[in-house]
């Protein structure tokens, strides 16, 4: 009897499709903006369209037309739905750039609008880049030069202008954006031609634009002083990660007159009597300032971003309304290889000086870098931002989830320093603000769980993080308590070794584990980690049990009293940090002191080795964690203790 034949899997699921049903949803690849075209990796290049952005899902020969923001155009777009509809497939999902193209053949985004406005959409063209979904097959795993393969395919059996394919071009991509921007183009797009399709924002798709140019929320407009109507200037905005408005500058509209009145008719509606803005512009004499609801968006291009996160030289080119004013924030400018950003040595994400010089970290711009902020060293605030934006992969776990208090130097640090618990005015790029529930009548405690936080808050001139001994959601009972080991300044740093050495013994004896890390500026910070079972009052009474025992046991070597008449030749064990509300600095924090050492953990073996609580400073910190190989604080994540009777009376409590 013959063998059956073994069934043959389809061309597709050889590429890596997959079968499904047709997807009720897409949501839209977005690119990253880059600084510069990757040296690496296989790309493929493609104009950027001036245009709206279409996604389009076809059902039984049935199109639906898309937008990035998820409203369905297919009623505003009749004649392209006619077109759409006569493709030759059943069913499929198509991702492209809907614009109208002048008579040099070129996308012109101001006559997209006013094809728009007047509802005259005949004179649409789509360009299709990539498709998602086709007979079946889910494609969105399929490498990227595959699918468009069997796009150009597709596309090249239709003979309906309206719909083309966007080619991608040979060139190296620096002589393709000197093309684009002679041609008045926006730029390009690049693309990894072994990725697969993944919605939302990523480094596999990356723009390079011949002007930084973006939308912004309309959140006012400037007038003529005692004028009943008319718009001088519209007021920019973008968001901020937690949602707040910034002031981002002004453009005039260049629209017709019967575009601006539809304009003014819509602001009127949207009036409001105050600032939508949290930083918002100074009055001008001769100007009346209109509030509006932040809803309409504008999409504007411009030379660069000043300091102060506003736009340099904007030109206004049209109204949007295809994207929702929600989702506006400021684009970030990364570097790119392999369609990821490029780490730096330290094996963090580098965002450094953009493609007109601006220097950006983690997304955070940095305004008077090169102000030095420690005359003794001439080290300079771009230093420090640096140090914050490369250590953050080390500090950011002991900082996550616990109150910060801040010292902020903006004077430098040999100027007045300030220190601070709450956000007051200026806002922190990515700050977290704890629930006020946590801290009753207080303002909000601030936590730094994200990277942008860290690198914001050395942007705003914040040179030490204190932590506090409890993490979020439970401020009432600490996960470790600190022994801050503060030296005699006469005594030599080899007793202070010895004696943190010693204390290290005595614990063991008490049957705690602990961990060491130089303060940074004179001595060692001892840490013992809890679980997280007794109150603040117990805890900073067994640490303050623990001083007075070591003081007991050791009186030439230790003092567990305040005071220097108490301390002479001595080191002070201060406990007083153990209670709710007080912070010791964080691991990794840099200190505000000439040369800005670093507060860095260690092994308790590595201490013979170590010269100075300040052996490790802002300019080799981060390599010292590169090249270090185990982490001497592993077992910290990992250490379960609690304090028991026994340890109390081994302290003398009762």
Known sequence: MPRAKKPQPHPLEEAGARRSALPETISPQLATLASAAPTRGEWSYEIKFDGYRLMVRLQAGTPTLITRGGHDWTDRMKDLKKSLAGLPVDTAWFDGEVVVLNSGGLPDFNALQNAFDRRSTTNLTYFVFDLLYLNGYDLREVPLRARRALLAELIGEVSDDRIRFSEDFAQDPQSLIVSACRMQLEGIIGKRAEAAYVSGRSTGWIKLKCLLRQ???????????????????????????????????????????????????????????????????TPEKDRDYVWLEPRLVAEISFLEWTPSGEVRHPVFHGMRDDKPADSVTEEPVVDVEFGEPIPTQTGTTRIKPGIHGNATFAGVRVSNAERVID??????????????????????????????????????????????????????????????ELYPNHQPLLA????????????????????????????????????????????????????????????????????????????????????????????????KAVAQHMARVMPDRFSAVLGKKNCVG????????????????????????????????????????IGAADQWTIKNAAHRQRTLGADPWAAFWRCRQGLTAAMRRAVGMR
């Open 215 to 281: 939308e912004f929320v309309v959140g006012g407009f400037l007038r003529t002083k005692g004028a009943k109507s008319g718009i001088r200037a519209l007021m920019l905005g973008v968001h901020e990660r937690d949602g707040s408005l910034r002031f981002a500058g002004t453009a005039k509209p260049k629209l017709r007159p019967s575009q601006l009145t539809a304009l003014q008719r819509k602001a009127d509606a949207l009036a409001r009597k105050t600032s939508p803005f949290y930083n918002p512009p």
């Open 375 to 436: 005359t003794v060293t001439g080290i300079k605030k771009i230093d420090l931002v640096r140090y914050y934006d490369e250590i953050a992969e080390w500090a950011l776990p002991y900082l996550q989830d616990r109150p910060v208090s801040l010292v902020r130097a903006p004077s430098g640090i040999q100027g007045e320093l300030f220190f601070q618990k709450h956000e007051e005015r200026a806002k922190i790029p990515g700050i977290t603000r704890l629930p006020k």
């Open 448 to 543: 730094v769980d994200v990277h942008e936080a860290l690198v914001g808050l050395a942007q705003m001139n914040v040179v030490e993080l204190h932590s506090w001994n409890a993490a979020q959601p439970d401020l009432e009972h600490p996960d470790r308590f600190i022994l801050d080991l503060d030296p005699d300044p006469q005594l030599s740093w080899r007793m202070m070794t010895e004696a943190a050495t010693l204390a290290k013994v005595l614990l063991d004896e008490i049957g705690l584990r602990s961990f060491i890390k130089t303060s940074g500026g004179k001595g060692y910070h001892i840490v013992i980690p809890l679980t997280r079972r007794q109150g603040w009052d117990e805890v900073k009474g067994f640490s």
């Open 570 to 609: 001595k080191i002070f064990i201060d406990y007083l940090r153990n209670g709710k509300g007080a912070s010791t600095v964080a691991a990794f924090s840099a200190r505000a002191r000439s040369g800005m050492g670093v507060s860095m953990p260690v092994a308790w073996d590595e201490l013979p080795a």
